[in-house]
Nanobody
Framework: QVQLVESGGGLVQAGGSLRLSCAAS????????MGWFRQAPGKEREFVAT????????DYADSVKGRFTISRDNAKKMVYLQMNSLKPEDTAVYYC?????????????????WGQGTQVTVSS
């Protein structure tokens, strides 16, 4: 079993920054890719960022590329999402997820454990 707990969300003005953290407990995550997804009100959950098992490869949704950075610390069982130059359209609940595989994954169906989410609200 794996438990994922996100933190770091909050209210920020447009142009500001937030750093989300995802703490994992239970089974080791060091062999698996991790990802961040988000869901805005009335919209489907969407892919934000993914990182391979060792952190060597990352990828991002076009909407956040150049502004967001995903990273991980396997020794601490932590995954992070640094979000800069935030926009009102980034407002959503952000979820951390563990992939079933070691390589980067882009579909929510390729993830088997999810956190409860953390709210990010960007005001204009």
């Amino acid at each position: 079993q794996v438990q994922l707990v996100e933190s770091g969300g909050g209210l920020v003005q447009a142009g500001g920054s937030l750093r989300l953290s995802c703490a994992a407990s239970g089974r080791t995550l060091s062999s698996f890719a991790m990802g961040w997804f988000r869901q805005a009100p009335g919209k489907e959950r969407e892919f934000v960022a993914t990182i391979s098992w060792n952190g060597g490869n990352t990828d991002y949704a076009d909407s956040v590329k150049g502004r967001f950075t995903i990273s991980r610390d396997n020794a601490k069982k932590m995954v992070y999402l640094q979000m800069n130059s935030l926009k009102p359209e980034d407002t959503a609940v952000y979820y951390c997820a563990k992939s079933k595989y070691s390589s980067r994954q882009y579909s929510s169906g390729e993830y088997d454990y999810w956190g409860q989410g953390t709210q990010v609200t960007v005001s204009s």
